[in-house]
Nanobody, 126 residues
């Protein structure tokens, strides 16, 4: 059964960078869309970036466009989210998640994501 393991969170100063990793265990991501979500305390998770294996094109919400870059390494079965120019408002818990690539709803939408990483905290503060 496919599982996702995240790593890479932590504390960073405003303007700094972090890279999150999301590694699939027990299977491959070949037939999945992988999304990155963030959750503020007491709120729901919101999609911020995603890549569907069908086209490999990354998508971003406006709040992170130009600062975050999603990518993948098929050989390592790992997806990455490179985050630059981090702001205090990026402070949140970040999750990666996977869903079947055949789902036609925008991969930024939480619908259909049924495999979730454990989440990692990112704190942007001076």
């Amino acid at each position: 059964q496919l599982q996702l393991v995240e790593s890479g969170g932590g504390l960073v100063q405003p303007g700094g960078s972090l890279r999150l990793s999301c590694t699939a265990i027990g299977g491959t991501l070949d037939d999945y869309a992988v999304g990155w979500f963030r959750q503020y305390p007491g709120e729901e998770s919101w999609g911020i970036s995603c890549i569907n294996s069908r086209d490999g094109i990354p998508h971003y919400i406006d709040a992170v466009k130009g600062r975050f870059t999603a990518s993948g390494d098929n050989a390592k079965n790992t997806m990455y989210l490179e985050m630059n120019s981090l702001k205090p408002e990026d402070t949140a818990t970040y999750f990666c998640a996977a869903r079947p690539s055949r789902i036609k709803v925008s991969c930024l939408e939480i619908f259909g994501y049924n495999i979730w990483g454990q989440g990692t905290q990112i704190t942007v503060s001076s």
